[in-house]
Antibody, heavy 126, light 108 residues
Framework: QMQLLQSGPEVKKPGTSVKVSCKAS????????VQWVRQARGQRLEWIGW????????SYAQNFQERVSITRDMSTSTAYMELNNVRSDDTALYYC???????????????????WGQGTEVTVSS | SYELTQPPSVSVSPGQTARITCSGD??????AYWYQQKSGQAPVLVIY???KRPSGIPERFSGSSSGTMATLTISGAQVEDEADYYC???????????FGGGTKLTVL
């Protein structure tokens, strides 16, 4: 069964950091790309960034470039998203998503993120 | 900054065809993807690379793209298709991904 299991809810004070984990199982972790997306209550989905797992190369949305770090641990098939200097408007549900590989061809993968974690609630409050 | 523009809401009766549009200047160059998100749940991929349907997604879901507009069509919409739908694509620089503002589909 292909799945992503995220870490539990976090409550943080403004100015601190939060690190969310995303453990993959049932599909090829080295062969995938893991992206991070967040959603404030009642708001749209917002792309944070991704990491090409095999190469360990991250890419970040411009809005987050100064504060976010996406990494992975191949030994545990886990991806991480760390957000620094958090503020109240970072309060949201954070999702990781990955590409299963089912829709890849011999030459490329479509970056179709068909496996999603259950979401991690991050609350920033003084 | 680059944006993908969707209508905030679309409403149809059961059995009718629902069409949800997504406009963006870079869509002629980059694929559109569509995600369905039901209340309290994680998003689900329903269309990738403009027109392709993942396994397990009903045939009534289809996608198309022409010029600067991509369209998600639900032929014979059902009550269980009520959800928020988001388009997703690449920005004009080619470096970043982004979501549209989302469209709330009501089927009643």
């Amino acid at each position: 069964q292909m799945q992503l299991l995220q870490s539990g809810p976090e409550v943080k004070k403004p100015g601190t950091s939060v690190k969310v984990s995303c453990k993959a199982s049932g599909f090829s972790f080295p062969g995938t790309t893991v992206q991070w997306v967040r959603q404030a209550r009642g708001q749209r989905l917002e792309w944070i960034g991704w990491i090409v797992v095999g190469r360990g190369i991250p890419s970040y949305a411009q809005n987050f470039q100064e504060r976010v770090s996406i990494t992975r641990d191949m030994s545990t098939s886990t991806a991480y998203m760390e957000l620094n200097n958090v503020r109240s408007d970072d309060t949201a549900l954070y999702y990781c998503a990955a590409e299963s590989g089912l829709y890849c061809t011999s030459s490329s993968c479509p970056l179709a993120f068909d496996i999603w974690g259950q979401g991690t609630e991050v609350t920033v409050s003084s | 900054s680059y944006e993908l523009t969707q209508p905030p809401s679309v409403s149809v009766s059961p059995g009718q065809t629902a069409r949800i549009t997504c406009s963006g200047d870079a869509l002629p160059k980059y694929y559109a993807y569509w995600y369905q998100q039901k209340s309290g749940q994680a998003p689900v991929l329903v269309i990738y690379e403009d027109t392709k349907r993942p396994s397990g997604i009903p045939e009534r879901f289809s996608g198309s793209s022409s010029g600067t507009m991509a369209t998600l069509t639900i032929s014979g919409a059902q009550v269980e298709d009520e959800a928020d739908y988001y388009c997703y694509s690449t920005d004009s620089s080619g470096d970043y991904r982004l979501f549209g503002g989302g469209t709330k589909l009501t089927v009643l």
